[in-house]
């Protein structure tokens, strides 16, 4: 009897691994090696970067809008789903025990296993019954879906982090805006102040005799778009501080207290001068993108055992009477214990459509993974180039802020000594002031890009501690 059984066995997994697909991944990992990431590794940086400010209002503010900012709080909830997922996997690996009790009142049939007098009659028919089942798991199955289940718990972490590195500098960025629109705001109120004296020696000059009325209509339009400009800064503060709100979560008004900001934009940040060697693993985004490869490897391998038999174990001990008066009783006790194979045979192509759905979604997982890589050594190169630009510009700015300021003093000199009216003199200054807001938009940029160039390397990011997401069990 042994040898028949053991002979049907070997010809049932025969024919699994007969049906086993060859569908093959289409899709190759991005070769790093070529990427020209060469640079010095970073050094650390420190978790709140945003200190190096010197601006106690980031200070303050920066914990409450990463705190509570809705984003994150979702990439959280995404996280603990995914560890509960895995603890689901880990449980189904480890023996089930369960208790069933039932009653029924049935008419036993005349024909099956049960004779006369209960055969043909109605009875009572109860059990108290527990049960045993261990999923001996000897293909992997179940181990393939708890890595699986793993690897998604491990990408949802570096998710919450990608969200944390992002929503921090989003914050600075938001905040450095709105200092630039305080100080568009004060070269707009200068320039108002400035068009006004213009206007009032034009409408001097027409009174004279010496210009005429297109001169002054001219003098009274740069006027109107210089006070456009002192409402537009205005509300550009006002939104500025609604936007800051918003990642945190509150309301519009919710920071309407927020003062001038007073963050020190020389301030220095430990940043690269070439793409770092690291770089792909300071990068959250990208961890995340290659635990998910690890996933869908892990669930391509899951699939594939799903083409070989569910072998159980099971077992069950308890009570079975008819007639509930026998229920308890020595001789309504039953037990038993043995396997349980389930191997499937025909399933019109399911076990293959879901194979060859695995491997798609694995070759899913390495095309995101090399876009991801491509995008992140892009947006670095990016911001490199940009904080070198921009420094460069901000010299320009600064020589033409040097050099307007000259012009001023010349034109004021002659007019304070009576060799030229005031109108030259009230024309330099306004060159000054469009000098002094290029180059406050300039050390803003520049600010903003070295802060992108920190975050795009990685900023403060460390990888999690995967071992805790691990231990779910």
């Known amino acids: 009897m042994k040898k028949p059984l053991a002979a049907l066995m070997a010809s049932l997994l025969l024919s699994a691994c007969v049906a086993t697909p060859p569908t093959d991944p289409q899709i190759a990992q991005v070769k790093t090696e070529k990427l020209g990431l060469d640079g010095a590794p970073m ?12 601006d106690p209002q980031v200070d303050r503010l920066a914990p409450q809008v990463i705190a509570n900012n809705p984003s994150l709080t979702a990439a959280m909830a995404r996280l603990r789903a995914a560890q509960a997922e895995l603890s689901v996997n880990q449980a189904e690996d480890m023996p089930q025990v369960t208790l069933d009790a039932q009653e029924q009142r049935l008419l036993f049939s005349k024909d099956y296993i049960i004779p006369p007098p209960y055969g043909g009659s109605y009875r009572w028919y109860g059990q108290v019954l527990g049960n045993f089942s261990w999923n001996l798991d ?20 570096l998710d919450v982090e990608a969200a944390h590195l992002a929503l921090s500098g989003g914050f600075a960025q938001a905040y450095i ?30 009174d004279a005799g010496l210009e005429n009325a297109s001169a002054l209509e001219q003098a009274k339009a740069l006027l109107s778009l210089a006070r456009a400009d002192q409402l537009r800064y205005q509300a550009a503060r006002e939104t500025d501080v609604h936007a800051i709100a918003a990642l945190a979560g509150e309301g519009a008004n919710a920071y309407a207290g927020i003062v001038r900001p007073t ?24 961890l995340a993108a290659r635990a998910r490869i690890d996933a869908a490897m892990a669930g391509r391998k899951a699939a594939h055992a799903a083409f070989y038999p569910d072998i159980n174990l099971v077992a069950m001990v308890g009570f079975q009477a008819i007639g509930l008066s026998n229920l308890i009783g020595g001789d309504s006790f039953t037990y038993g214990a043995g396997p349980a194979i389930h191997l499937p045979i025909f ?28 995008n992140a050594i892009k947006q670095a190169a ?13 010299l320009r700015q600064q020589e033409a802020v040097q050099s307007a300021g000259r012009a001023f003093k010349i034109a004021e000199d002659r007019y ?3 060799l030229s009216t005031q109108l030259p003199m009230l024309q330099a200054e306004a060159t000054l002031l469009q000098a002094r807001q290029g180059l406050a938009a300039v050390t803003a940029q520049s600010t903003i890009q070295r802060i992108t160039l920190l975050l795009t390397v990685g ?10 997401i691990a231990k779910q069990d």
């Open 177 to 206: 805006g709105l200092l630039l629109n305080y100080q568009d705001g004060d070269i707009a109120d200068a320039t108002v102040a400035e068009r006004e004296g213009i206007v009032k020696i034009t409408q001097g000059r027409v």
């Open 263 to 286: 963050p020190d934009l020389d301030a220095a940040l430990p940043l690269p001068t070439q793409l770092p060697a690291d770089l792909l693993a300071r990068r959250p985004d990208i």
């Open 347 to 374: 399933d019109a192509g399911k076990l293959r459509a879901e194979y060859a759905g695995a491997t798609a979604q694995l070759d899913e997982a390495v095309a995101d993974y090399n876009g991801a890589v491509v």
């Open 416 to 418: 304070r000594s009576g």
């Open 459 to 468: 900023g403060p990011f460390a990888a999690p501690d995967t071992t805790k």
């Open 138 to 157: 000897f293909w992997g199955k179940q181990a393939a879906l708890i890595d699986k289940a793993r690897g998604t718990a491990q990408a949802a972490a």
């Open 43 to 54: 050094a650390p940086v420190p978790v709140a970067w945003w200190k190096a400010f010197k």
């Open 382 to 394: 990016d911001a490199m180039t940009q904080v070198k630009s921009l420094e460069q510009q901000r």
